[in-house]
T-cell receptor
Framework: KNEVEQSPQNLTAQEGEFITINCSYS?????LHWLQQHPGGGIVSLFM???GKKKHGRLIATINIQEKHSSLHITASHPRDSAVYIC??????????FGTGTRLTIIP | EAQVTQNPRYLITVTGKKLTVTCSQN?????MSWYRQDPGLGLRQIYY???????DKGDVPEGYKVSRKEKRNFPLILESPSPNQTSLYFC??????????????FGEGSRLTVL
């Protein structure tokens, strides 16, 4: 079965800390998305990865195809980074399977 | 402004009363898709479309219909809504029709309550 697992489910950290959120999947994929959902519900795309690493501002996303694992890192975290972060995967086709999300809270 | 627009944003209806949630994008995207989000279950794909007149089922298509008669529009139809379809619905689009589809652009969501 094609599955996506995220960890941790919840994460609370102090402002300025380095944050890592993990996503593991069960079989080979064609691409992986990292999404951000703020309280109030809107969803924003952060990254789409097929291989390697991408960086945008304080956000870094990496993917290891052999280990079937991706990480989202946030450097110098800020309270405005508080949100739910969601991993979504294309298992070789156009369907998307989602992880259940990681709720991040950054305390000032 | 590039955007995906869903309507209505909020709707309360009763069991069995047909309803349509509209989704429109102004970016000439090939790929459009519908998702529902439920507490504890996360986001799940309902239907997706790779282009005009090309649609396919996602993981939870039961009770829903879609159509793609124009590239910009992808309405979600609930022919006979039931309370288990109470949920938060999102439409999304992206440029390409083949995975990887490119960056996903989401609508603001439609909160549906079926009594």
């Amino acid at each position: 079965k094609n599955e996506v697992e995220q960890s941790p489910q919840n994460l609370t950290a102090q402002e300025g800390e380095f944050i890592t959120i993990n996503c593991s999947y069960s079989v080979g994929i064609s691409a992986l998305h990292w999404l951000q959902q703020h309280p109030g519900g809107g969803i924003v795309s952060l990254f789409m990865l097929s291989s390697g690493k991408k960086k945008h501002g304080r956000l870094i996303a990496t993917i290891n195809i052999q280990e079937k694992h991706s990480s989202l890192h946030i450097t110098a975290s800020h309270p405005r980074d508080s949100a739910v972060y969601i991993c979504a995967v294309h298992f070789g086709n156009e369907k998307l399977t989602f992880g259940t999300g990681t709720r991040l809270t950054i305390i000032p | 402004e590039a955007q995906v627009t869903q309507n209505p944003r909020y709707l309360i209806t009763v069991t069995g009363k047909k309803l349509t949630v509209t989704c429109s994008q102004n970016m000439n995207h090939e790929y459009m898709s519908w998702y529902r989000q439920d507490p504890g279950l996360g986001l799940r794909q309902i239907y997706y479309s790779m282009n005009v007149e090309v649609t396919d089922k996602g993981d939870v298509p039961e009770g829903y219909k879609v159509s793609r008669k124009e590239k910009r529009n992808f309405p979600l139809i609930l022919e006979s809504p039931s309370p288990n379809q109470t949920s938060l619905y999102f439409c999304a689009s992206s440029l390409l029709s083949r995975a990887p589809t490119g960056e996903l652009f989401f609508g603001e969501g439609s909160r549906l309550t079926v009594l």
